[in-house]
């Protein structure tokens, strides 16, 4: 069974696991990067604990593990033979066989082999499975703060506000509880003592960023005038673009104590290790519509802005052009936010997109018919987020 492979998969990763050359050889032909060392040897003092604890201690140092993050090609690898689900809710699991090649899948318990079949041990593989999904996210946010060029520490210290003060403090221990875990390899009641405080200072740190662009969004709606709208959309270009850099960064810091957690649970009670990853779970999720109210919010806001502009255009060519600009700007950094964290789903990540084409391509059409191009501006563009189309009105 050199060349066999077992399949673990949470919905947000792919584990592949099995003899290390097999393993290699899975990823290399179906084109999947190299991803991360699943570290299966952090799951001994899970086997240890559980049932039949020299067979599952067995079934660790025999295999290999890597993880990638779940992409369109990896998950058609598990849709393509129907992957079972496994003993753990939310898992499925899948054996890759013949020649690296999918010939089938398996039902574990069947078959003798060395897979990670103890249920103990497969909850403890979820768990690195989930924290190694959030360092994926970390690690994304820290390009697109990079990409974005915004320096969350200067935005943080330029407020007065005691709670993003706070900000700054917290960052220094959970980054500080990072790197004792990476150089211990685990994460001591000494540490986690340290850091299991920080989620409320995170948590008002976020709810205080939302409320920062729900106030902005208010002020859009409250104005009607070209003019008036030049200058709160110019504004919105910078301001939005820094309080989503620490809204990225409080999420940032939210995974980082998920993974600490995660760390925690799977050394001080691994029995309740599965329950606990669901349940950080769920909570992400949570988070994450919280923060999808507030931006779709200030994307209706920016629609409703260019579709007042263009509705003037005529009559303040200028000014009009302005604020469809910045309304551009703010919109893509915002479908950009959207699409990093994964707040706003595929479809409309792609409406979002068709809007920012849309609404330069309306504004040179009525700049060049006229008032035939005004109106064509009021009729056209896609439902959800037609900022040149949302209030058809009568040709003056």
Same mark, same amino acid.
């Given at each position: 069974?050199?060349?066999?492979v077992q399949l673990i998969s949470d919905g947000d990763g792919l584990a592949v696991i099995g003899e290390p050359s097999a393993v290699e050889r899975f990823l290399a032909t179906n084109e999947l990067p190299k991803g991360r060392d699943l570290g299966l040897e952090r799951l001994k003092p899970v086997a240890t604990a559980a049932a039949a604890a020299m067979q599952a201690g067995s079934d660790i140092a025999a295999n290999h593990g890597r993880?990638?993050?779940?992409?369109?090609?990896?998950?058609?690898?598990?849709?393509?033979?129907?992957?079972?689900?496994?003993?753990?809710?939310? &898992?499925?699991?899948?054996?890759?066989?013949?020649?690296?090649?999918?010939?089938?899948?398996?039902?574990?318990?069947?078959?003798?082999?060395?897979?990670?079949?103890?249920?103990?041990? /497969?909850?403890?593989?979820?768990?690195?499975?989930?924290?190694?999904?959030?360092?994926?996210?970390?690690?994304?946010?820290?390009?697109?703060?990079?990409?974005?060029?915004?320096?969350?520490?200067?935005?943080?210290?330029?407020?007065?506000?005691?709670?993003?003060?706070?900000?700054?403090?917290?960052?220094?221990?959970?980054?500080?509880?990072?790197?004792?875990?990476?150089?211990?390899?685990?994460?001591?009641?000494? !540490?986690?003592?340290?850091?299991?405080?920080?989620?409320? !200072?995170?948590?008002?740190?976020?709810?205080?960023? &939302?409320?920062?662009?729900?106030?902005?969004?208010?002020?859009?709606?409250?104005?009607?005038?070209?003019?008036? /709208?030049?200058?709160?959309?110019?504004?919105?270009?910078?301001?939005?673009?820094?309080?989503?850099?620490?809204?990225?960064?409080?999420?940032?810091?939210?995974?980082?104590?998920?993974?600490?957690?995660?760390?925690?649970?799977?050394?001080?009670?691994?029995?309740?290790?599965?329950?606990?990853?669901?349940?950080?779970?769920?909570?992400?999720?949570?988070?994450?519509?919280?923060?999808?109210?507030?931006?779709?919010?200030? /994307?209706?806001?920016?629609?409703?802005?260019?579709?007042?502009?263009?509705?003037?255009? &005529?009559?303040?060519?200028?000014?009009?052009?302005?604020?469809?600009?910045?309304?551009?700007?703010?919109?893509?950094?915002?479908?950009?936010?959207?699409?990093?964290?994964?707040?706003?789903?595929?479809?409309?990540?792609?409406?979002?997109?068709?809007? &920012?084409?849309?609404?330069?391509?309306?504004?040179?059409?009525?700049?060049?018919?006229?008032?035939?191009?005004?109106?064509?501006?009021?009729?056209?563009?896609?439902?959800?987020?037609?900022?040149?189309?949302?209030?058809?009105?009568?040709?003056?």
């Amino acid at each position: 069974m050199d060349d066999d492979v077992q399949l673990i998969s949470d919905g947000d990763g792919l584990a592949v696991i099995g003899e290390p050359s097999a393993v290699e050889r899975f990823l290399a032909t179906n084109e999947l990067p190299k991803g991360r060392d699943l570290g299966l040897e952090r799951l001994k003092p899970v086997a240890t604990a559980a049932a039949a604890a020299m067979q599952a201690g067995s079934d660790i140092a025999a295999n290999h593990g890597r993880w990638v993050k779940l992409s369109e090609k990896s998950t058609e690898l598990l849709k393509t033979h129907a992957a079972m689900k496994g003993s753990l809710p939310t &898992l499925e699991r899948g054996v890759i066989m013949d020649g690296n090649k999918i010939k089938g899948i398996v039902e574990f318990a069947k078959g003798p082999g060395t897979y990670l079949t103890n249920p103990a041990v /497969l909850s403890g593989a979820a768990g690195i499975m989930a924290q190694y999904a959030m360092q994926q996210a970390m690690d994304e946010i820290s390009d697109y703060l990079a990409v974005i060029d915004a320096k969350v520490d200067e935005i943080l210290r330029g407020q007065k506000d005691s709670v993003l003060a706070d900000m700054i403090g917290v960052e220094m221990v959970i980054d500080e509880a990072m790197m004792i875990r990476d150089q211990v390899g685990r994460v001591s009641e000494t !540490t986690w003592s340290k850091v299991h405080g920080t989620a409320m !200072t995170l948590g008002r740190t976020q709810g205080y960023a &939302l409320r920062q662009l729900d106030a902005l969004a208010e002020k859009m709606e409250r104005t009607t005038k070209v003019d008036d /709208l030049v200058r709160v959309t110019k504004d919105a270009e910078s301001t939005v673009r820094e309080w989503l850099a620490v809204l990225a960064r409080c999420f940032q810091l939210q995974d980082a104590v998920g993974v600490l957690e995660l760390d925690r649970v799977l050394d001080a009670s691994p029995e309740e290790l599965d329950q606990h990853r669901l349940a950080l779970r769920t909570v992400r999720q949570n988070r994450l519509a919280v923060i999808g109210r507030t931006t779709d919010r200030l /994307l209706e806001r920016m629609d409703a802005a260019a579709g007042t502009a263009n509705a003037k255009v &005529l009559l303040n060519p200028f000014d009009s052009r302005a604020v469809v600009g910045s309304s551009n700007r703010v919109a893509t950094g915002v479908v950009q936010f959207n699409g990093l964290l994964g707040v706003a789903g595929e479809r409309e990540s792609l409406e979002a997109r068709r809007w &920012l084409v849309a609404v330069g391509d309306t504004w040179d059409s009525a700049r060049d018919q006229g008032a035939e191009g005004v109106d064509a501006a009021r009729r056209i563009g896609p439902p959800r987020s037609a900022g040149v189309a949302r209030r058809p009105t009568a040709c003056s």
